[in-house]
């Protein structure tokens, strides 16, 4: 059982990393001749290793692993089994599933911070990553990105004002993790878990207006508008139990209700819907087969997390979701379904798995990225399948290294990937503020005995929003439902008496950013709240997400500017040696194929050592030390 009210690794000043380290730290700190700072084999613990950090003119981080690396000039003309591009969570949890293979694994990133498109910042970090992104070209997966500070009256020195920059921690991506999750398991048999805190996902809500007016976003000129209707927010019930308490819902819609959540929750019943439904709208499966009203199907629809317009969400994107949801809801306590790693989400989960890496061996480099690679020569081998050899990969800063396999996420492979230009991604809007308030009545405990939420989930059903006249005769989209993810202080991603809000959509329009700062504004309208919660902060960027293509294949010929992405079943029928994992969907919670992507390239990488690979993810507690792991840089 996890702990999801444990208040291990806490620290005076919110970080992504842990404090309260057990046994001792297997990483020793080295300067290089040109100022790098080089993980390798040792001991000690994490006293030392701030000491280290100070002797060298760094700033301790608690995280080793979140250190600006500069260059190294021992890269040029190394030889290593994985050379791992990018540090986003595919990547890191392939180097924590090969930390145990005794393979020399070199793990670089072209960034200067650890987590790709999954990292953490702080307000300073953010903005300063804002600048990179609106002024790097090639290969990135973000654009259009601002952030503001509104400054407070300094003749009200009562005004609400932010914190340090430290006291936060910003989501790239904030997605939540179901208990039912395939990760979960894996980062409990790998020993990582102990360098976790999971806290749960409490209530769900819904936003409804009661004259059933709308939201209209106006022009990037005058901002959003809100009607002076204000909203209301009402919980989703989270199963069968909440239904039959609901005294709001009459007694016919109670039994419908009832009986497709019976349904639902059924692991059987799915393959038995979808030959007849699967590719029909999930609203038109829930009007003909259960009576249900139309009112009462929002809230369904928003436990599947859909993105899209209720006659675009099908029977075959809902229904697994929702039972997922609802097989999940008391798995580690009652009343919640989902949980959120603390202090930086899934970056914390991708710093956990890197610093596992490091452990076993696998040499971290920042700041350098792959700029080319030439084709690859056969290697001596006695196998049927001969190794392939890359003996001319070009680094960032002029150094050309030798590897086996190459894996990286599309993003982190191609060095000509201008995201403008790129018909096969998805576009994703994001928005998030820091607001000045921390929401408290949207996070009582969502049962008897379960532990307080520190993130809860506000939905604003299709049709809650409008936009404003497209530019020309285009026809105006329909907004499809908005989700809020609330992230209050418990978090550790911001202080006491705030909370964070992240929102995005997939809808494509000259104000996105701004339906979005209205979904924000109605939510806090919704609340009634004097004063009205401020927003202090915030951040806007818009995320490309590449379109897997699953036929194809490489070949030892080809471009590192025309890589594509595979699909497990691809990936173990690949010869070339450069192998790619999927980035993240662009989901609101954590799919499985993440996981079933790394296991497959794992697979590949492996294939060769017999008995010694051992099982996916599947370690022994380190000799010596203490139980918990070794892996606590």
Request: proline content about 8%; glycine content about 8%.
């Amino acid at each position: 059982m996890l702990d999801f009210q444990s208040s291990r690794y806490r620290t005076d000043s919110p970080s992504p990393a842990s404090q309260d380290f057990q046994g001792s730290m297997k990483t020793r700190i080295q300067r290089g001749h040109n100022g790098i700072v080089i993980l390798s084999e040792g001991c000690g613990n994490e006293q030392e290793a701030d000491e280290r950090f100070r002797a060298f003119g760094l700033e301790p981080r608690l995280s080793a692993l979140r250190m600006h690396i500069e260059g190294m000039e021992s890269l040029n003309d190394t030889m290593w089994d994985v050379l791992l591009s990018g540090t986003g969570l595919p990547q890191s949890l392939l180097a924590l599933a090969l930390s145990r293979s005794g393979k020399k694994v070199l793990h670089i990133d072209r960034n200067n911070y650890y987590g790709g498109a999954e990292a953490s910042f702080s307000l300073e970090e953010a903005e300063a990553w804002v600048k990179q992104v609106d002024t790097e070209s090639g290969a990135t997966q973000f654009s259009c990105a601002s952030t503001c500070r509104v400054v407070p009256d300094p003749q009200s020195p009562d005004a609400p004002r932010l914190g340090f920059s430290r006291a936060y921690s910003i989501c790239l991506a904030p997605e939540i993790i179901y208990t039912r999750s395939n990760l979960i398991p894996a980062l409990v048999s790998s020993k990582v878990y102990r360098q976790l805190e999971f806290l749960a996902v409490g209530s769900w809500w819904i936003y409804s207006k009661e004259d059933n007016t709308q939201d209209e976003v106006n022009n990037a000129q005058t901002g959003p508008v809100h009607d002076k209707q204000r909203g209301m927010l009402r919980k989703i019930p989270g199963g069968r139990e909440d239904v039959f308490q609901d005294k709001s819902i009459g007694l016919r819609s109670t039994r419908s209700l009832m009986k497709f959540l019976r349904l639902a929750a059924d692991p059987e019943a799915y393959p038995t819907v979808l030959p007849e439904w699967g590719d029909k709208p999930f609203s038109e499966y829930l009007t003909s087969q259960y009576k249900i009203d139309p009112k009462l199907q929002a809230p369904l629809l928003a436990l599947s997390l859909s993105p899209n317009l209720p006659s675009q969400t099908t029977v075959a994107y809902a229904f697994p979701r929702i039972h997922r949801h609802l097989t999940s809801i008391g798995l580690f306590g009652p009343g919640f379904a989902a949980v959120l790693p603390k202090w930086g989400g899934l970056a914390e989960i991708a710093q956990v798995a890197c610093r596992a890496g490091a452990v076993g061996g696998g040499v971290y480099v920042l700041n350098k990225g792959i700029e080319s690679i030439d084709p690859p020569a056969q290697a001596s081998s006695t196998t049927e399948d001969p190794e392939i050899l890359f003996s001319g990969i070009q680094l960032q800063g002029g150094d050309v290294v030798k590897a086996r396999w190459v894996v990286g996420t599309p993003a982190t492979l191609q060095t000509d990937n201008d995201p403008q230009s790129q018909s096969s991604t998805i576009k994703v809007h994001h928005f998030t503020a820091i607001v000045s308030s921390p929401l408290t009545a949207l996070f009582p405990p969502p049962a008897e005995g379960s532990p307080p939420p520190a993130v809860v989930v506000v939905v604003l059903p299709s049709g809650s929003l409008n936009l404003p006249p497209s530019p020309g005769s285009q026809p105006v989209p329909e907004v499809p439902a908005t989700y809020l993810m609330i992230h209050s202080s418990d978090t550790g991603e911001c202080p006491e008496g705030q909370c964070i809000i992240y929102t995005s959509t997939t809808i494509s329009h000259p104000s996105a950013t701004l339906l979005l700062q209205s979904a924000i504004n109605a939510l806090l309208d919704s609340l009634n709240e004097s004063p009205k919660p401020e927003i202090l902060w915030w951040l806007s960027y818009t995320q490309h997400h590449a379109i897997p293509s699953p036929s194809a294949l490489l070949n030892p010929q080809s471009d590192i500017n025309n890589l594509t992405s595979f699909h497990p079943e691809s990936i173990k029928q690949q010869r070339s040696g450069i192998l790619h994992l999927q980035d993240l969907a662009p989901s609101l919670a954590l799919e499985d194929d993440v996981l079933r992507d790394v296991r497959a390239v794992w697979e590949r990488i492996t294939a060769d050592d017999g008995d010694a690979r051992g099982g996916f993810l599947q370690f022994e507690d380190r000799a010596g030390l203490g139980g918990d792991d070794g892996d606590d840089l």
